[in-house]
């Protein structure tokens, strides 16, 4: 039986700035419905759009009366509800999704969410690892995929050090892919390298359309994977191929101006997707290829900083001041009530 009725959470019943909206304390224990499983966390992983959520960027409104946040995290099975097989308590596992459209997040020492949220973590990889995977690894495989094949094709992964674009290297990659990116610094080309790019451009002393035929005997590549489309819009014509894809899964501003003759012109492909509304086929094609590079030890991670439930203040202000930029941002959960 399951037995907790407490746990430790860090949630806000307003937004505003991380340290003075932010309160640690005990809150029940959620109980499972038909279909859900309870989580046990060890850790919780923070993501810009928690910290866009938690700030007002997205709306000032509180869509519950207090939200436990982020979406991602890791630990094991402590309970299941009617319908799930029991077999499944204490299994290891990293979840997504936990708390879009709900109340309840993993900066909690306990989530209750849908079975199929919660995925078989193989017994040697770390809840650190788990944990970085639901928004960062999942958003990097649609970006990847979501417009066919890159097999063959040169792909450009802007901020390749990041959360996000760590994972799109490897993916593309994997997929056959010849992989450039641009980085901001010699620690993330380093970064980079690891992840596995062929070819590493630092935009801050560099040409990048100049790098980008110097590097490839070409001027143009066949897919750019974009972090912020706000920085990088001016970029795309000198860049991008005919008949290419621009795929954007984020901006620094919402309003972005681009060139929309050149792209008509050039019969560019401009994709944008929500990564918590993935279609069931892409969601499935992600949790796949994932869970089967993580069996084979072929999927590398980067920890950009790590935070007790105490400092989650802290670890909101890292990703805001962009820390996420070199990694992912986590916070680690108590076994205990302190």
Not at 118 to 131: I, K, M, N, Q, S
Not at 167 to 176: E, M, P, V
Not at 238 to 244: C, E, P, T
Not at 306 to 329: K, M, Q, T, W, Y
């Amino acid at each position: 039986m399951f037995e907790p009725r407490e746990m430790l959470a860090a949630f806000y019943e307003r937004k505003g700035r991380a340290r003075d909206v932010f309160v640690v304390a005990t809150l029940p224990v959620p109980r499972p419905r038909p279909h859900d499983v309870v989580v046990r966390l060890a850790v919780s992983g923070v993501n810009p759009s928690d910290v866009k959520s938690r700030n007002g960027r997205i709306s000032m409104e509180m869509p519950f009366p207090y939200v436990i946040p982020h979406s991602d995290g890791a630990g094991v099975i402590a309970a299941v509800g009617a319908g799930v097989d029991a077999h499944r308590v204490g299994d290891r596992v990293w979840v997504y999704n936990a708390q879009w459209q709900r109340p309840h997040g993993t900066a909690a020492q306990y989530v209750v969410l849908p079975a199929s949220q919660a995925v078989r973590l193989p017994d040697d990889v770390d809840f650190e690892t788990g944990a970085c995977l639901g928004i960062p690894a999942q958003t990097a495989h649609r970006a990847v995929h979501i417009d066919g094949s890159v097999a063959g094709k040169t792909v450009l992964v802007t901020g390749g050090a990041g959360a996000v674009g760590r994972y799109a290297i490897q993916f593309a990659k994997a997929a056959g892919a010849s992989v450039l990116t641009t980085v901001s610094s010699a620690a993330k080309a380093d970064a980079a390298r690891h992840a596995g790019a062929d070819v590493i451009i630092d935009y801050t002393t560099e040409d990048v359309a100049a790098s980008i035929r110097a590097a490839t005997g070409r001027s143009h590549v066949d897919r750019v994977i974009e972090v912020d489309m706000a920085a990088n819009a001016g970029l795309y014509p000198s860049i991008i191929a005919k008949g290419g894809t621009i795929v954007c899964y984020g901006s620094g501003v919402d309003d972005v101006a681009l060139p929309v003759r050149m792209f008509r012109q050039s019969d560019v492909t401009l994709r944008f997707f929500l990564v918590y509304q993935l279609p069931l086929a892409a969601r499935r094609a992600a949790i796949s290829d994932i869970s089967k590079m993580l069996k084979q030890r072929a999927l590398s991670h980067a920890i950009a900083a790590r935070f007790p439930i105490a400092g989650i203040a802290e670890a909101h202000d890292a990703v805001e001041a962009g820390l996420a930029s070199g990694g992912n941002v986590v916070v680690q959960l108590p076994e205990q009530i302190p």
